[in-house]
């Protein structure tokens, strides 16, 4: 027995390809053509088979290696008489042992190969067009490049139509032998004229696929290089794909992955989805016998996307609420959510799940500020306006947003810092008819209660009427979201982000409180401050929410 070296054979002079799997294991016994290696590249993938019949002794390269044509593969145990026979055979074949030859000894070439490919090459100059002034366009026929053997292959797929533009590297066509599928991409950008070749035709080396239009300033380029394009650097390698399996059509769901193993894609499909991070298992495929294009992998995403924004009830891997037939157990009425409820719907979930939020309760003894507010009326009624409990709210607000800037902040969308604001705009949450709606009083501190609330009236009145402008509900560093005038004890209120807080006002009581001497009936405030946990700690706001207590407990200290 002697131990042989197997190397990469030519793999179309692609350089640092990726190995991507090895097929054997130190101490299998394989024949000869069983696979050894997956390598990948941009474009395309092969399996290098075996040279010769043996047993394993050695693996040289491991997935993840970069390897090239004559890095070593593995070593393998022959027989000497098998070892010598295979010799003998490799210095007296045939021309039509050529592919053998190519397979048995990648390193070397024969006196026939030569031959061959000196006939390719004076083949590819009769077909290279001359040099053509700059601005005008010649007709160039594009063939089939060198595809690692001499038997037609299938035509499995036309890739490109009549009259379309195609880049430099686009597909062509996809070819199919018993093993393997293959790309083949285009040397040339430029518009297609006509095909030369049909689905369910036979090709090999050679045969026309396109006549192409290309415009001189790209095509009228120095002999060598045109040389140097049709070496073999520019054929793809064979794709390593399995036998085509046509497949069902699938929607996007968020299922227990599926390996990508049994599915039918060419090398570039695979490559675009594992960029998106997609399970190709779960695309459904459109080409012929349910091959996946790359058209379906970005409508695949396009469409995950617009189900996962469009969805209320399912999102980060969470898995879908199921679907109920509600009218199994009596009459129902269904009506379709209108945009703004579905759009504030999305919002809510979205601000709900990427958002850790932590809640606040307390109780503020709003006694003395009522007693003033209500001998305001009059002159509130003669300014026209009507002086709620809000403005109030409002100045408050802004005085702790203030004093407590971790507050009047947002975090910046790279996660690493913080945008604090030198201005004071506040959110007021508004039910309509249509659904819930957050209008923006700017400066807040700036400016006073009656102005306060005469702006509340219109926003609100502006929302109602749905004349609120895109920019009425834009820039909010903070939202008040107030239940007063319906009841309840307290409820948690969502952040809206990009804010980091809001602040939720439940329903005035009257509640028994002890003075020191005696229980007296005082007029309590609930009050519920929820913050993002990831800009906002316990402490900052606990001190937010004491400040606000204190100011609306006592208003004048509105005015230090």
Not at 13 to 35: L, N, P, Q, R, W
Not at 538 to 560: N, P
Request: glycine share 8%; aromatic share 4%.
């Amino acid at each position: 027995m002697t131990t042989e070296t197997i190397n990469v054979p030519d793999i179309g002079g692609s350089e640092d390809v990726e190995v991507i799997e090895v097929c054997v294991a130190v101490g299998d016994t394989i024949a000869k053509e069983d696979s050894l290696v997956v390598l990948e590249s941009d474009k395309a993938s092969m399996e290098v088979p075996a040279p010769k019949a043996g047993k394993v002794t050695a693996l040289k390269l491991k997935v993840g290696d970069k390897v090239s044509q004559g890095s070593a593969i593995l070593e393998l145990e022959v027989e000497g008489e098998s070892a010598a026979k295979t010799d003998a055979g490799e210095k007296s074949q045939a021309p039509a042992d050529k592919q053998a030859d190519k397979k048995s000894s990648p390193e070397t070439k024969t006196e026939t190969t030569a031959s061959k490919e000196a006939e390719t090459k004076a083949a590819g100059a009769k077909e290279k067009p001359g040099k053509a002034a700059s601005g005008t366009t010649e007709r160039r026929t594009i063939s089939v490049p060198d595809i690692g053997g001499e038997e037609p292959v299938d035509v499995i797929e036309i890739c490109v139509s009549e009259g379309q533009e195609i880049a430099e590297g686009d597909s062509l066509i996809v070819l199919e032998s018993d093993k393997a599928s293959m790309e083949v991409p285009s040397p040339a950008a430029g518009k297609v004229l006509s095909l030369l070749i049909k689905v369910g035709g036979k090709a090999t080396e050679g045969t026309p696929i396109i006549e192409l239009e290309v415009r001189a300033d790209k095509a009228a380029e120095p002999d060598s290089a045109d040389d140097a394009r049709s070496a073999p650097a520019s054929p793809a390698p064979q794709s390593a794909v399995p036998a085509p399996v046509a497949l069902p059509p699938r929607s996007p769901s968020l299922e227990a992955p599926v390996t990508t193993d049994e599915v039918y894609a060419g090398p570039a499909v695979r490559k675009l989805a594992r960029e998106f991070g997609i399970d190709l298992a779960r695309v459904p495929g459109h080409g012929p016998r349910g091959r996946i294009l790359k058209e379906d992998v970005h409508q695949y995403v396009r469409d995950l996307v617009e189900k996962r924004g469009a969805s209320v009830t399912a999102g980060a891997g969470i898995l879908p609420v199921p679907e109920v037939d509600f009218a199994a157990f009596g009459e129902i009425d269904v009506q379709p959510m209108s945009k703004l409820h579905r759009l504030t719907a999305t919002n809510m979930h979205r601000s709900w799940l990427n958002v850790p939020h932590v809640t606040q309760f307390d109780e503020v003894d709003i006694s003395e500020l009522e007693d003033f507010r209500q001998a305001m009326k009059q002159e509130a009624e003669a300014r026209k306006v009507k002086l709620t409990p809000l403005p109030f709210l409002l100045k408050a607000c802004a005085a702790a947003l203030k004093a407590n800037p971790k507050l009047n902040a947002s975090l910046h969308a790279d996660g690493e810092q913080v945008v604090f604001k030198r201005y004071v705009h506040i959110g007021i949450a508004v039910d309509t008819p249509a659904g819930l709606v957050v209008p923006v009083l700017r400066d807040v501190d700036k400016k006073g209660l009656f102005e306060l609330a005469e702006e509340t009236q219109l926003l609100a009145q502006k929302a109602k009427d749905r004349k609120l402008r895109p920019d009425d509900m834009q820039g909010g560093c903070f939202t008040i979201s107030s239940l007063g005038g319906i009841g309840g004890q307290g409820f948690t209120p969502i952040v809206n982000t990009p804010e980091v807080a809001i602040l939720g006002v439940s329903r005035l009581s009257v509640k028994p409180h002890w003075d020191g001497k005696q229980f007296v009936p005082r007029k309590m405030l609930p009050l519920a401050l929820s913050y993002d946990h990831r800009a906002v700690n316990g402490v900052d706001g606990g001190r937010f929410l004491t400040d606000v207590g204190a100011l609306l407990t006592d208003v004048r200290r509105l005015l230090l």
